[in-house]
């Protein structure tokens, strides 16, 4: 039997921080003990960061990405490939493509994939928002960048059949080896994967 150990504050600032990705009860105690201890270095502005967050942040009504203005930084941004975008599952999807600077386009946030066993259907992503974005006319490329999953695969082509009648270049992110990888340690649906996808050189 657990007990507390801690007044409320404190316990509820640990519960809190136990429900972040990569923070467990153990984690979380010692991350609540760091920041109660550097209160004014880390626990405040920490603090005034959220409330600004919780308060400025939206979701872009263009494309689903998150900022604190709509449309958000990426739509308006005048140096980016409009006429490309990339079709992502999640925010941190398009965080990551950023990170690799793979592509200077824009981006289309679906928030998830079609699960019907999650009961997750097309009027809970926004699919009719980009076939909206498409039939304005001015998409040349979509870049469908969902994960290699089957509810991922399952969204892609249902993307597609949703655009059969728009002149639009559809694409997706190749798939197989990776940099640097062995092809000794690579399962076998990566490997084929590779051995479809194989380009001249």
């Known amino acids: 039997m657990s007990k507390t150990i801690a007044g409320p504050e404190i316990e509820r600032l640990i519960q809190l921080l ?15 003990l760091h920041l109660v201890k550097r209160r004014e270095q880390i626990l405040r502005p920490l603090g005034d960061a959220m409330a ?14 998150i900022d604190t203005r709509d449309p958000c930084t990426i739509c308006r941004d005048p140096a980016r490939d409009q006429t490309t975008v990339i079709v992502v599952e ?16 824009a981006y289309h946030v ?35 960048a969902v994960n290699a ?3 991922g ?10 655009l059969a009648d728009f002149d ?16 000794d340690y690579l399962d076998e649906g990566t490997l ?5 996808s194989r380009t001249k050189i």
């Open 110 to 144: 679906l928030g998830g994939v079609l699960s019907p066993l999650e009961g997750v259907g097309p009027d809970d992503l926004t699919i009719r928002r980009l076939v909206e974005r498409v039939a304005e006319g001015s998409i040349g490329e979509l870049v469908i």
């Open 192 to 196: 084929s994967a590779a051995m479809r």
């Open 52 to 65: 600004e967050a919780a308060e400025k942040v939206r979701v872009c009504s263009n494309c689903g990405n």
């Open 90 to 105: 999640d925010v941190s999807d398009l965080w990551a493509l950023e990170r690799a600077k793979a592509l200077n386009a």
């Open 168 to 183: 639009v270049s559809v694409t997706r992110l190749a798939h197989g080896v990776p940099v640097g990888g062995e092809l």
């Open 18 to 32: 136990s429900k972040l990705p990569g923070l467990g009860p153990r984690s979380a105690r010692r991350a609540a």
């Open 149 to 151: 999953t089957v509810e």
């Open 153 to 162: 695969q399952t969204t892609a082509h249902y993307i597609i059949d949703q």
